[in-house]
């Protein structure tokens, strides 16, 4: 399997797992989706539906139509206030430490029911 990330500021290029597209989001980068196996399918068209970026076949890619959806992505201005507010939302959202105290509530709240 293929696995490649490109990041040409200010764009991502990858076939885009969860994690690529949060590391994308959090640095408020548009993304190119090139969807390879499992799950990128999904990702990339939820990225495309809520407008952060778009996605291309990788059956169809070649130079040009690469080039074309690169400066589409990176001229649209929807795209670039969506990502921009998506990772703002993110770094304010409190980071990895909100998540640890959030699943440390959470499992103290299954314990005190379970008793």
Same mark, same amino acid.
């Not at 993304?31 to 068209?45: S, T």
């Not at 440390?104 to 709240?109: E, I, W």
């Given at each position: 399997m293929i696995n490649w990330l490109f990041l040409i500021e200010p764009i991502s290029l990858s076939p885009m797992e969860v994690c690529s597209a949060d590391e994308a989001l959090y640095?408020?980068?548009?993304?190119?989706?090139?969807?390879?196996?499992? +799950? /990128?399918? =999904?990702?990339?068209?939820?990225?495309?539906?809520?407008g952060l970026g778009t996605?291309? +076949? /990788?059956? =169809?890619i070649d130079g040009t139509s690469l080039r074309q959806t690169a400066s589409d992505v990176l001229g649209d201005q929807s795209i670039a206030t969506n990502v921009k507010q998506f990772g703002e939302d993110m770094r304010n959202s409190g980071g990895n430490r909100r998540v640890m105290e959030d699943l440390?509530?959470?499992?103290?709240?299954k314990r005190k029911h379970a008793r």
């Open positions: 640095y408020q980068v548009p993304m190119v989706v090139v969807p390879m196996a499992d +799950d /990128r399918p =999904a990702v990339g068209a939820r990225i495309a539906e809520l996605v291309l +076949d /990788r059956k =169809a440390n509530n959470l499992l103290r709240d």
